[in-house]
């Protein structure tokens, strides 16, 4: 199994900058796109973006040319650098990679999320 742990969440000001970091650990797998989701409450999760292992990228149009996302596939470890903040980034942050086990079992495994709040 591969466990997700994310980091570097937390209280920003509008107009500021964050990197949130989720490292993917597990033998025996391979792993695939990694990515980002967010949820505001009352909203349904959303997807903002995601990296395929050649280092393709997606990003939600509400993210695009604010937020960066690159990944380090010898640590198997996702970055998220978020530039130009807003209140409407505020949500809980969750990771997500593809990964697939040695006998060819595919699946997404969740990271538990880590919060980004933006507020003067």
């Known amino acids: 199994q591969v466990q997700l742990e994310e980091s570097g969440g937390g209280l920003v000001q509008p107009g500021g900058s964050l990197r949130l970091s989720c490292a993917a650990s597990g033998s025996s797998v391979s792993i695939n796109t990694m990515g980002w989701h967010r949820q505001a409450p009352g909203n349904q999760r959303e997807m903002v973006t995601s990296i395929t292992r050649d280092g393709n990228t997606n990003y939600a149009d509400s993210v695009k040319g604010r937020f960066t996302i690159s990944r380090d596939n010898a640590r198997n470890t996702v970055y998220l650098q978020m530039n130009s903040l807003t209140p409407d980034d505020t949500a809980v942050y969750y990771c997500?990679?593809?990964?697939?086990?040695?006998?060819?079992?595919?699946?997404?495994?969740w990271g538990q999320g880590t919060q980004v709040t933006v507020s003067s």
């Open positions: 997500h990679a593809g990964v697939v086990l040695t006998g060819g079992t595919y699946y997404t495994a």
